[in-house]
Nanobody, 120 residues
């Protein structure tokens, strides 16, 4: 099992920055991809960014150039630096971790979410 605990959300003014953290515990040695998703009210959960264990990253078009995902494998922690925040970024942000299952499957774990609110 893997437990994910997010932190760093809160209220920020438009144009401001926040840094989210997600610490993994439990069986972490073979976690492959870690990612951030977000879900705004009335909308589906969407991928924001992901980072592989080897450091390969990708981003949603809406956050490219503003958000940066990084990962510290020694601390089993993934970060999301969010700059130039706007009202469109307001959402609950969720951390996700994937690791191989017993066979050829992938086991997915989710954090409890952290609220990001952007005021204009």
């Amino acid at each position: 099992q893997v437990q994910l605990v997010e932190s760093g959300g809160g209220l920020v003014q438009a144009g401001g920055s926040l840094r989210l953290s997600c610490a993994a515990s439990g069986i972490t040695f073979n976690i492959n991809v870690m990612a951030w998703y977000r879900q705004a009210p009335g909308k589906e959960r969407e991928l924001v960014a992901f980072v592989s264990r080897g450091g390969i990253t990708d981003y949603a078009d809406s956050v490219k150039g503003r958000f940066t995902i990084s990962r510290d494998n020694t601390k089993n922690t993934v970060y999301l630096q969010m700059n130039s925040l706007s009202a469109e970024d307001k959402a609950v942000y969720y951390c996700r971790a994937d690791r191989p299952g017993a066979l050829t499957d992938t086991v997915i774990y989710w954090g409890q979410g952290t609220q990001v609110t952007v005021s204009s």
